[in-house]
């Protein structure tokens, strides 16, 4: 598995500041969506570091500090729960990645964004389906946007402590459900998400 073949292709192409890019939570019935950007140096590969999803919540959190530490530049944006309410969630994810990599300290030259849909960058980009699995650079970002949400979450877990965000993330679990239908939906839940949920279950 060559963890770098996207990164030296655009290399090769010429570029040089190579960003890779991703979001986390997309999916939650409540809280943001976030996506981070990471320029990792010239031929990097970070011990351990892969899709997000497949790593444990305890690695994730060890290599979101190494991923830091070894990064050139590496930005995180959140889109917001009016954001979402108001544009919809295709549209947020794309203007937080879009931050994402305007938010970068060093500026990239080109992105590498995992999944088929381009945000509107300023800087020449390709998509690549399942990214977070193949490239070092979009794995490393999908790394930091979850960590960086999740941590948010359990803010939030403190704040709202009646639906049990620390154990779902505010992910459509059956037990986020259940606190749903019991207490109401708080300030950041998403609108539109708990719709289908209240029509399957109050009628």
């Known amino acids: 598995m060559d963890w770098l073949l996207y990164e030296n292709d655009a ?3 010429g570029y040089k500041n190579i960003c890779g890019v ?3 939570g997309r999916g939650p019935l409540a809280g943001p969506v976030c996506a981070a950007a990471v320029i990792l140096p010239e031929g990097c590969i970070i011990e351990g570091v892969n899709d997000s999803k497949k790593l444990t919540e305890k690695k994730r959190e060890a290599l979101f500090d190494v991923i830091i530490e070894t990064a050139i530049s590496c930005s995180v944006a959140f889109g917001t729960v009016e954001e979402i309410e108001r544009d919809n969630i295709l549209a947020a994810t794309m203007n937080t990645m879009r931050r994402a990599v ?3 300290s060093v500026k990239a ?11 509107k960058l300023d800087i020449p980009a390709q998509t690549i389906v399942g990214g977070d699995a193949k490239s070092m650079s979009i ?3 999908s790394i930091l946007a979850k960590v960086t949400r999740d941590r948010l979450m359990l803010e939030y877990a ?3 402590p009646q639906y049990g965000f620390e154990k779902h993330k505010g992910y459509g679990t059956k037990l986020h459900i ?8 708080s300030p950041i839940h998403r609108p539109s998400f708990l719709k289908k949920i209240y029509e399957k279950n109050l009628h």
Do not use: V
């Open 11 to 13: 290399r090769q192409k």
């Open 22 to 24: 991703d979001e986390a």
């Open 102 to 104: 305007e938010g970068l």
């Open 109 to 119: 030259d080109y992105a590498m964004i995992d999944g088929n849909r381009l945000p």
């Open 139 to 141: 794995a490393a970002a």
């Open 158 to 160: 403190e704040k709202y």
């Open 178 to 185: 259940e606190r749903i239908l019991e207490y109401g939906e």
